[in-house]
Every structure is written in structure tokens, then in C-alpha cells.
């Protein structure tokens, strides 16, 4: 059995409310502190730290979660959280899923400065311009984790990284690789090519086709790709700012590929060329 706190029994506990209000985006920007819910993220979050200051600072956890988990209540207490064993309804209470995993996880914004990420060189970054949903946001950056980028930067039209969907559609990808939120769009355009990356908008309209930008080994140098809202994709003054406009080729009969999905195959693209060049991408080979 874990050690924890005393039981919460009600809802209506100061500290079921406060956590409970970071479900809304105006409380979440006010106390800096956001929800990270499940297993795996509250996993990822024991493990995280911010220089000297761990990223979790509260769990709640259903006593069945506390048995099953054991080992995530565990490091969740060594990472220095307060951790309260809470009844069923008020992990549902805090939750924002329709079936909750028993561990909701309170933690401090992790979000990276811009400046640092240039600072640091980056060669694969990905750009979400103008993107709203919340589930495609935590699905790209998810997809950048897994192909190695260095970094994922938000623009200032772009959801809430912080929102509970993109949180969960990240699956602890949040707490992997540094990500600047509310850069404009010509500030992160100017940034990234002063540091050296070159700038590919992804767009099915693109008058470059990247296969032919692979075969011509053309990607194997930095590179950002700029990705845009799901249902207009980047405007014209965007794609302007960009050094091409690439189009992922549709060699069947499918209309287009979604946001998520154009992003994965445009990154992983990147990251083989950058492999081929002699620069590895894969954490298995480093």
C-alpha cells in the first residue's frame, strides 16, 4: 500500500476547486499550472523537472490507482508532490475525460522561451501557425517527439498548449522537448532563419512535391516546417515568408491528408534526410 495523504471525500474541497478551475484556460494562464491526467503523463511529469523545480506538484489518485500504479505515486512523492488519496468522484470531479484513469496530476507550465530554443541551434522544428484544435496540436507534437525534432514553437493564433485535449493527444510528449508558445509568426520565421533553418511551409497547394525535395537531397540541412489550420491551412502572406511551399504527394485517390498526419510524414521525412546527411535523429543511435 502507498503512503499518501488523508482521503478527500468532497468535491467542494479548496483543493479539488483549485484544481478543478484549470480546466478553464483564463485560471490555467493565472496560476501557471495546468492538469495531466493518466498514467503515462502523470509518469512523465514525476520525472520532469524545470531547472531546480519539479514539474508535478499535486496528484490525486483513487485508492485502485494508488495500488496499480504504485510505482508512479511513488516517484510522484520522491519528485517532492503532494499526493492525496481522493475518492472516485472527486477524481472524476477534477478529470476532463469521460472515463477517467484514477491519477490527475497538477503541474507547473513547462513552456520554453523562444530566444532558448534558438539559442540552442535546433535542426527539426515544427511550427503550428494559426492551428485551433487542441487535439491535433498534442498529436503533432507528439508526432514531433517521436521523429526527433528539437522543438515545437506555438504561434500566438494557436490553441492553448496547456489545453487538457492536447495535453492527453501528447501522451507525455509535453514534458520531452522544449516548446515556445505565442510567437508571431514573423518572429518565429525571422528567429529560426537567422539561426540557420531553413523554412518549409506544408501545404497541399505546395509547387514543390517532397519526394522530388528528397530526391534532390535538399532536406538535409536544419529545417523548420510550418504547419497551418486545419481547415483553411496558411495563408497567403505565410507561405510567402517561407523559404518553400512543399506538398506531401497523394499518389492514391484521397482528397488530402489531415493536420496530424501531414505533419508526421513531412517530419519523419526530415529526419531521415538529416540522418542521411550525418546527422542522426533517432534516439536508438545516439
Known amino acids: 500500500m502507498v503512503s499518501v495523504g488523508p482521503e478527500l471525500i468532497s468535491p467542494r474541497s479548496a483543493r479539488v476547486s483549485a484544481a ?19 498514467p503515462q503523463a502523470v509518469r512523465e511529469a514525476a520525472a520532469h523537472r524545470t531547472g531546480d523545480a519539479a514539474t508535478l506538484v499535486e496528484l490525486f489518485t483513487t485508492p485502485e490507482a494508488a495500488e496499480r500504479y ?25 478529470s476532463t475525460t469521460v472515463t477517467p484513469q484514477g491519477l490527475v496530476g497538477v503541474c507547473r507550465f513547462l513552456d520554453t522561451p523562444f530566444e532558448e530554443i534558438l539559442a540552442a541551434r535546433p535542426r527539426l522544428v515544427a511550427v503550428l501557425a494559426h492551428v485551433r ?43 520531452h522537448l522544449p516548446v515556445a508558445v505565442g510567437v508571431p509568426v514573423e518572429r518565429a520565421v525571422t528567429g529560426l532563419r537567422d539561426a540557420g533553418v531553413r523554412l518549409l511551409a506544408a501545404d497541399g497547394a505546395g509547387d514543390r512535391d517532397l519526394d522530388e525535395e528528397l530526391d534532390k537531397g535538399t532536406m538535409g540541412g536544419p529545417t523548420a516546417w510550418i504547419f497551418g489550420n486545419e481547415a483553411w491551412g496558411l495563408p497567403e502572406e505565410t507561405r510567402a515568408l517561407a523559404d518553400a511551399v512543399v506538398r506531401v504527394p497523394i499518389h492514391g485517390k484521397a482528397e488530402s491528408l489531415n493536420l496530424a498526419t501531414a505533419a508526421a510524414v513531412c517530419l519523419y521525412a526530415s529526419a531521415r534526410a538529416q540522418r542521411a546527411a550525418g546527422g542522426s535523429r533517432s534516439v536508438t543511435e545516439n
Do not use: M, Q, W
Open 133 to 175: 484544435d487542441p487535439g491535433n496540436a498534442g498529436t503533432v507534437l507528439r508526432c514531433a517527439d517521436a521523429a526527433g525534432a528539437d522543438a515545437v514553437v506555438l504561434t500566438d493564433a494557436s490553441v492553448d498548449l496547456y489545453n487538457p485535449k492536447a495535453v492527453r493527444a501528447s501522451v507525455g510528449s509535453h514534458f
Open 70 to 94: 504504485a510505482d508512479i505515486v511513488g516517484a510522484a512523492r520522491d519528485a517532492g508532490a503532494r499526493v492525496h488519496l481522493a475518492s472516485d468522484e472527486v477524481v472524476a470531479d477534477i
Open 20 to 38: 478543478r478551475r484549470l480546466a478553464k484556460r483564463n485560471f490555467r494562464g493565472k496560476e501557471r499550472l495546468f492538469l495531466a491526467e493518466g
